[in-house]
């Protein structure tokens, strides 16, 4: 079975810096598109960062010019590193592959269990 293991969040106060990771597991052939969401409480799920297998790059504009996504295709890693956080930036963050193909023809859309990241101010 295919999934991601996300780390790395926790409590920080506003103005500090953290990074998640979320690594895939499993039998993997390849990964194209890895994403980060997040989902505050009373808030509908957002994209918050893409990053391509080709390493081209997305984010939101609340987002841009602190947050940096990157990714290790070899370690089949996604990285989030959040810098000048925010209070509003708490949330739980989802990493999200819309396609992580197990064989050279078959694939499976996979989320990460979330990771909860609290800014406190």
């Known amino acids: 079975q295919v999934q991601l293991v996300e780390s790395g969040g926790g409590l920080v106060q506003a103005g500090g810096s953290l990074r998640l990771s979320c690594a895939a597991s499993?039998?993997?052939?390849?990964?194209?598109?890895m994403d980060w969401y997040r989902q505050a409480p009373g808030k509908e799920r957002e994209l918050v960062a893409t990053i391509t297998s080709g390493g081209s790059t997305g984010y939101a504009d609340s987002v841009k010019g602190r947050f940096t996504i990157s990714r290790d295709n070899a370690k089949n890693t996604v990285y989030l590193q959040m810098n000048s956080l925010k209070s509003e930036d708490t949330a739980v963050y989802y990493c999200h592959a819309d396609k992580v193909y197990f064989t050279r023809l078959r694939y499976l859309e996979v989320w990460g269990q979330g990771t909860l990241v609290t800014v406190s101010s």
């Open positions: 499993g039998s993997i052939f390849s990964i194209n598109a």
